[in-house]
């Protein structure tokens, strides 16, 4: 069994940069699509960025200029760093797993939540 643990997140100001990273269990980086998620209050569920096995990274409009995806393959880590933090940005943030080319994410995390005060 894959086990994905998030961690980083925090309350920080407005403007302010956070970085949040996700352990996996197994060296899955090579072999899965990484991605982050977020939920907001009153929102569903969204895709925030994906980092293919390959190293390919792409990150939701929304997020463009201010987050980036990336890994540490041999640390079976994965990163986002977020900066230029709105309140807008406040939610639970997932790391999770799918295998390409299926769209369907495998593999999810518990979440660590994110707070932006304005």
């Known amino acids: 069994q894959v086990q994905l643990v998030e961690s980083g997140g925090g309350l920080v100001q407005s403007g302010a940069s956070l970085r949040l990273s996700c352990a996996a269990s197994?060296?899955?980086?090579?072999?899965?699509?990484m991605g982050w998620h977020r939920q907001v209050p009153g929102r569903q569920r969204e895709l925030v960025a994906t980092?293919?096995?390959?190293?390919?990274?792409d990150v939701q409009d929304f997020a463009k200029g201010r987050f980036t995806i990336s890994k540490n393959v041999a640390r079976n880590m994965l990163y986002l760093q977020m900066s230029s933090l709105k309140p807008e940005d406040t939610g639970v943030y997932y790391c999770?797993?799918?295998?390409?080319?299926?769209?369907?994410?495998?593999?999810w995390g518990q979440g660590t939540q994110v707070t932006v005060s304005s």
């Open positions: 999770a797993a799918q295998r390409w080319p299926s769209e369907i994410w495998i593999y």
């Open positions: 980092l293919s096995r390959e190293g390919t990274a």
């Open positions: 197994g060296r899955i980086f090579s072999i899965l699509t």
